[in-house]
């Protein structure tokens, strides 16, 4: 073997094995200014001050049996800067940041397996539908960096809270001046007597501060917020410590007023609340509601909705409040274990910012008791849990800032391409601030082939059509639809692999958008529909494979 200080030729230099920055553009968390270098086959780790001089490092240590020296650079240099230039010099076959790796923190909660938001390991849900691992808010990874503060308030404007339920009683927010203070007073002067752990607007013109919920639904959410974590009961929430307000509104029927949503909103916004929780919509454009929200937004918040549950387009059909055009207003659809769009899910590429887990979520309920549902509501208190986190960690943060990185470190999914402007939540990446790498499971990201597949521009009733596609050689194939608009539910398109086995189906609106993915190299697909409306139909204009 070759010393360190011989030269290398031409066509040695033409063999380096340069691992690229692209590989470390989510930029994991790593030893500041420290890299893993491995030498070439032919070169030997010698001394100390030859290496340093050699590779215009400090040499922190060395790993002989490897070929591997571990250097120190300057913390301000650029990783890829230093991973290009180390890469350039002949001797070296491998540049790596020194990564930092943890355990994962996994809380004592017996019922945390039921999570499948917080940690899909592949396990059934509620409705013994199998998951794939990884689709998930990385909260395990998070959890290793933050588990949430007391300092922080979060609002729930729903239906109340359970604060005597077992998971949420040591995580309810207190009015300290109404709980030290004279029952039957209002002794912080805020109009409202004795609001201690929330208040109630159900009677807006009556407001009370029985605020305990009758429904279940807003302690669902509270749960997924702040469960108590690592104590040995039930579930655990994204923060294991918090303090959560209940903000009642909404009755034991589930509904309530612009009257109550008005008041409710102003309460959790002057009561202190930075994070605002709303798992709720319907009713028109409402100037004074978008007002309200807008208070919340000059006093610092962030205020997260629910994109609705309606399987419709934000984009063409706003639903309210989310798509308000507020800007700490964050928008959420709802995801399923397999990282596919929920069926009831509003979507909206332009108006609903990002997707979380939303389908057969395990939380706290009434009494003392836990049940499993669904909806972009249980979607949206995953990222309000997050908004949550992330203050603890950042106290400083703006509403605004709790927004766009939320935004900026999502991760994209395929099951949500084109329903979404961002993409996948992800706790890990928007504490560390970074971006999760693309999906390798997304057809976006696979080499094509053209294809020209298409229905009549409008199709016929009672249509029952079969087309095939094929890419010999290919392990997996999605056909892509640069238009798709078929009845919802009552037409569509089913996809058999070669063995006739259905793998899925594709139904309603889904421009810009990828087929389920088939396994080998060829796909069929059977269009069928109904004599009740014939819509404009499909036009796949690209295969992806792998």
């Given at each position: 073997m070759r010393g360190l200080i011989g030269r290398a030729s031409k066509v040695a230099a033409l063999c380096l094995t340069?691992?690229?920055?692209?590989?470390?553009?989510?930029?994991?968390?790593?030893?500041?200014?420290?890299?893993?270098?491995?030498?070439?086959?032919?070169?030997?780790?010698?001394?100390?001050?030859?290496?340093?001089?050699?590779?215009?490092?400090?040499?922190?240590?060395?790993?002989?049996?490897?070929?591997?020296?571990?250097?120190?650079?300057?913390?301000?240099?650029?990783?890829?800067?230093?991973?290009?230039?180390?890469?350039?010099?002949?001797?070296?076959?491998?540049?790596?940041?020194?990564?930092?790796y943890r355990i994962n923190k996994v809380p004592n909660d017996p019922m945390f397996g039921q999570l499948w938001g917080m940690q899909n390991t592949g396990q059934k849900d509620s409705e013994a539908k199998v998951g794939v691992a990884g689709v998930d808010i990385g909260a395990t990874q998070a959890w290793d960096?933050?588990?949430?503060s007391k300092d922080v308030i979060v609002a729930v404007v729903d239906t109340g809270i359970n604060y005597n339920h077992p998971d949420l009683k040591d995580n309810v927010w207190t009015n300290t001046a109404e709980l030290n203070g004279k029952a039957g007073v209002d002794d912080d002067n805020n109009g409202i007597i004795d609001d201690i752990y929330g208040a109630s607007f159900v009677d807006a013109a009556k407001p009370?501060?029985?605020?305990?919920?009758?429904?279940?639904?807003?302690?669902?959410?509270?749960?997924?917020?702040?469960?108590?974590?690592?104590?040995?009961?039930?579930?655990?929430?994204?923060?294991?410590?918090?303090?959560?307000?209940?903000?009642?509104?909404?009755?034991?029927?589930?509904?309530?007023?612009?009257?109550?949503?008005?008041?409710?909103?102003?309460?959790?916004?002057?009561?202190?609340?930075?994070?605002?929780?709303?798992?709720?919509?319907?009713?028109?454009?409402?100037?004074?509601?978008?007002?309200?929200?807008?208070?919340?937004?000059?006093?610092?918040?962030?205020?997260?909705?629910?994109?609705?549950?309606?399987?419709?387009?934000?984009?063409?059909?706003?639903?309210?409040?989310?798509?308000?055009?507020?800007?700490?207003?964050?928008?959420?659809?709802?995801?399923?274990?397999?990282?596919?769009?929920?069926s009831f899910s509003n979507y909206g590429a332009k108006t609903v910012h990002v997707a979380?887990?939303?389908?057969?979520?395990?939380?706290?309920?009434?009494?003392?008791?836990?049940?499993?549902?669904?909806?972009?509501?249980?979607?949206?208190?995953?990222?309000?849990?997050?908004?949550?986190?992330?203050?603890?960690?950042e106290p400083n943060i703006t509403g605004l800032q709790i927004k766009e990185r939320i935004i900026a470190t999502s991760r994209p999914l395929a099951g949500i391409r084109g329903k979404v402007r961002a993409g996948f939540v992800n706790a890990y990446a928007m504490l560390t601030n970074t971006q999760p790498q693309p999906d390798p499971a997304d057809p976006a990201n696979w080499a094509t082939v053209d294809i020209n597949v298409q229905s009549a521009h409008p199709y016929a009733p009672k249509a029952?059509?079969?087309?095939?596609?094929?890419?010999?050689?290919?392990?997996?194939?999605?056909?892509?639809?640069?238009?798709?608009?078929?009845?919802?539910?009552?037409?569509?398109?089913?996809?058999?692999?070669?063995?006739?086995?259905?793998?899925?189906?594709?139904?309603?609106?889904?421009?810009d958008s990828f087929s389920p993915v088939v396994d080998g190299e060829y796909v069929k697909m059977v269009f069928t529909s109904d004599d009740s409306v014939q819509r404009n139909g499909f036009t796949a204009v690209k295969a992806a494979y792998r």
């Amino acid at each position: 073997m070759r010393g360190l200080i011989g030269r290398a030729s031409k066509v040695a230099a033409l063999c380096l094995t340069l691992v690229a920055f692209n590989a470390f553009a989510g930029q994991p968390e790593a030893v500041p200014g420290e890299y893993i270098v491995k030498l070439k086959d032919n070169y030997a780790v010698s001394s100390v001050n030859v290496m340093r001089q050699e590779l215009g490092s400090f040499v922190k240590s060395t790993i002989p049996g490897q070929n591997i020296v571990v250097i120190k650079r300057p913390v301000f240099e650029l990783t890829d800067s230093v991973v290009k230039t180390l890469s350039q010099n002949p001797m070296v076959d491998i540049v790596e940041p020194n990564f930092i790796y943890r355990i994962n923190k996994v809380p004592n909660d017996p019922m945390f397996g039921q999570l499948w938001g917080m940690q899909n390991t592949g396990q059934k849900d509620s409705e013994a539908k199998v998951g794939v691992a990884g689709v998930d808010i990385g909260a395990t990874q998070a959890w290793d960096i933050e588990t949430g503060s007391k300092d922080v308030i979060v609002a729930v404007v729903d239906t109340g809270i359970n604060y005597n339920h077992p998971d949420l009683k040591d995580n309810v927010w207190t009015n300290t001046a109404e709980l030290n203070g004279k029952a039957g007073v209002d002794d912080d002067n805020n109009g409202i007597i004795d609001d201690i752990y929330g208040a109630s607007f159900v009677d807006a013109a009556k407001p009370t501060g029985n605020n305990l919920d009758d429904h279940g639904h807003g302690s669902h959410c509270s749960g997924t917020i702040g469960a108590r974590g690592d104590d040995g009961k039930g579930i655990v929430g994204v923060n294991w410590n918090v303090r959560i307000m209940g903000v009642k509104f909404l009755g034991a029927d589930g509904s309530g007023s612009l009257e109550g949503a008005l008041a409710a909103i102003d309460y959790a916004t002057k009561m202190g609340a930075k994070v605002i929780s709303n798992s709720w919509g319907g009713g028109g454009y409402s100037e004074t509601l978008k007002q309200a929200i807008q208070r919340s937004n000059d006093a610092g918040a962030i205020f997260v909705a629910a994109a609705g549950n309606e399987s419709n387009n934000n984009d063409t059909n706003p639903t309210y409040p989310a798509s308000y055009d507020v800007p700490n207003v964050l928008s959420v659809a709802a995801i399923d274990n397999r990282g596919q769009i929920a069926s009831f899910s509003n979507y909206g590429a332009k108006t609903v910012h990002v997707a979380a887990p939303g389908v057969n979520i395990y939380s706290s309920i009434t009494g003392s008791n836990y049940d499993s549902w669904s909806g972009t509501s249980m979607a949206t208190p995953h990222v309000s849990g997050m908004a949550a986190l992330l203050l603890a960690h950042e106290p400083n943060i703006t509403g605004l800032q709790i927004k766009e990185r939320i935004i900026a470190t999502s991760r994209p999914l395929a099951g949500i391409r084109g329903k979404v402007r961002a993409g996948f939540v992800n706790a890990y990446a928007m504490l560390t601030n970074t971006q999760p790498q693309p999906d390798p499971a997304d057809p976006a990201n696979w080499a094509t082939v053209d294809i020209n597949v298409q229905s009549a521009h409008p199709y016929a009733p009672k249509a029952n059509e079969t087309y095939e596609v094929r890419v010999p050689g290919a392990k997996q194939v999605s056909v892509y639809f640069q238009t798709f608009d078929t009845e919802r539910d009552y037409d569509k398109i089913s996809f058999y692999d070669s063995t006739g086995k259905l793998v899925g189906t594709m139904s309603g609106k889904n421009d810009d958008s990828f087929s389920p993915v088939v396994d080998g190299e060829y796909v069929k697909m059977v269009f069928t529909s109904d004599d009740s409306v014939q819509r404009n139909g499909f036009t796949a204009v690209k295969a992806a494979y792998r």
